[in-house]
């Protein structure tokens, strides 16, 4: 932290800035309110927030939800502008540095204190440190702006309080890559990874049957992975555009890691045009992967094959989720084309793929089995994430079936449908894992008792079900404060998503268990 003036590197008018340092001292220590400037890939934003003083670095809370604190964690160079209080018209600090965050439980404490010395104490809110963020301002350059001063302008440098242009550019780096990975929600692609494990270990135990193990294709694997990955990603992309136009995410107040989108546009990280021209991209490339094997497999790239089909209706249903005309998400069909899309199209698509290039018919009835629980537990992902949703879904237009069934006359929300649903579902899921068994014993062809083995993470379901009901017992409470219910379900969201996760690659497992053991 730099303390002196005399550190400072001197620009401007230096006999202004020498004899104004005590004008300097008198305007930062009787502000409490401050204009704070930031921006990240041409995104402004402006708050104004109050601080306290600390050396010459300034101290401030801002909510983690908050634009200027999602943009300063990208790129924390900033600019505040401090007016002076006193008559005099015309006379300020404007000060450009970066802001660290301060996440050590003594300093926050201390900082906090230095508010309350100050007579400005923040209240338990700012104590909050998941709710509330804390940044140090250290300037790297402090100006006394005096309108009736010839010149106007004097300023001081802080050379050492940047780091150096090596660390400046890793962390340039390193923030754009957080700005994709959490634009494309990366981890969430769990959605696509699974349905490609299942399908590959369908259409290897196919070709252990037939005698052609030896035929097995990893790149091929691979390619249909990545195909699936940018098509989940596109999808993700297009549909924060889509609520981004609608207005759905904007008005979303209970936004979270799970559900609400990326908020990379609304927290000002990501223009709209790049997010849209992002999925156009990832579609594209999805488009070109799926050529590219179709010519592998059949000799062209537009070639009458089943893939061609599946992968049109996968695009198809990834581009409509959200955009275009058909808004699928907007009329009670998003929670058929989650199903589908990231359930029997890819398991479907990547069994053909990896069989046929082995010369081995695809095991198409064996394969849709399969899918089925895989769909319906990728769609409760969905119908979860929906409750938070509800209430800014309903005020944009987006009628999903978790709005339908929880909406009431009066304009308010209840949730025990949609959750009796949610369990409906969950056991639909069990059920057919149980019935895949069952049918491997009668039809080793068709399916596998190994499948048996996706009925571990029941127990996961149990304690969502346990959860999810006591939150919708509460948010029938009156009393209750159904501002912060929504972030309560958060754990029911997760383990949701740990269903899906555990039960998917257990039943891939499982069928590739039953492969090596009929080869």
Known sequence: MTTQFGEATIGGDATLVRADQPVIDTILNNATMMFLAAAVDGNASAAPLLFVRDGLDLIFFCARASRIAAQLTINPAAQSV??????EPGLG??????????????????????????????????????????????????????????PHFAWQDFPGNLPGESRQTLEALGHRVQIWVRA????????????????????????????????????????????????????????????????????????????GGSRVIQLGLMAPWKVLASAILCFAATILIGLHINALLAGAFFAPTPLLAVGILGCLLGVTYTAGPLRLSYFGLGEVAVGLGFGPVIVLGTSYVLTTHAGVPCPWFGALFAAM?????????????????????????????????????????????PFAAYRVFNLLGFGLILLLGALGLAYPAVATPFAWLALLPLPLFLIADQRGR????????????????????????????????????????????????QA
């Open 373 to 417: 629980p895989v769909g319906v537990f990728v769609m409760l992902i969905l119908w979860i994430n929906q409750f938070q949703d509800a209430p800014a879904d309903a005020a944009s237009g987006k009628r999903n079936w978790v709005v339908r069934s929880a909406e009431r006359a009066d304009g308010g929300f209840s949730f025990a449908r």
């Open 184 to 259: 494309i929600r990366a981890p969430f692609f769990t959605a696509a990874v699974v349905p490609v494990l299942l399908g590959g270990a369908i259409a290897y135990g196919a070709l252990l049957r037939g005698s052609a193990g030896g035929q097995w294709s990893w790149p091929l694997l691979l390619w249909v992975l990545l195909g699936a990955v940018l098509a989940n990603a596109g999808t993700n992309l297009i549909n924060d555009y889509g609520d981004h136009k609608s207005g759905a995410d904007d008005a979303n107040q209970s936004a979270n890691k799970f559900s």
């Open 470 to 517: 006591r939150w919708v017992r509460k948010w029938e409470d009156p009393a209750a404060d159904q501002r912060q219910l929504p972030f309560e379900l958060l754990s029911v969201n997760a383990l949701t998503i740990a269903v899906h996760l555990s039960a998917g690659a257990l039943l891939a497992l499982g069928y590739l268990l039953a492969g090596l053991h």
């Open 82 to 87: 401090i007016w002076s209080s006193a008559p």
């Open 93 to 150: 600090v404007v000060l450009s540095g970066r802001c660290v965050p301060v996440r050590d439980p003594a300093q926050r404490a201390r900082a906090l204190a230095l508010f309350v010395t100050r007579g400005h104490p923040l209240g338990a809110t700012a104590e909050d440190n998941a709710a509330h963020a804390c940044f140090s301002l250290r300037p790297s350059r402090l100006t006394l702006v005096d309108a009736l001063a010839t």
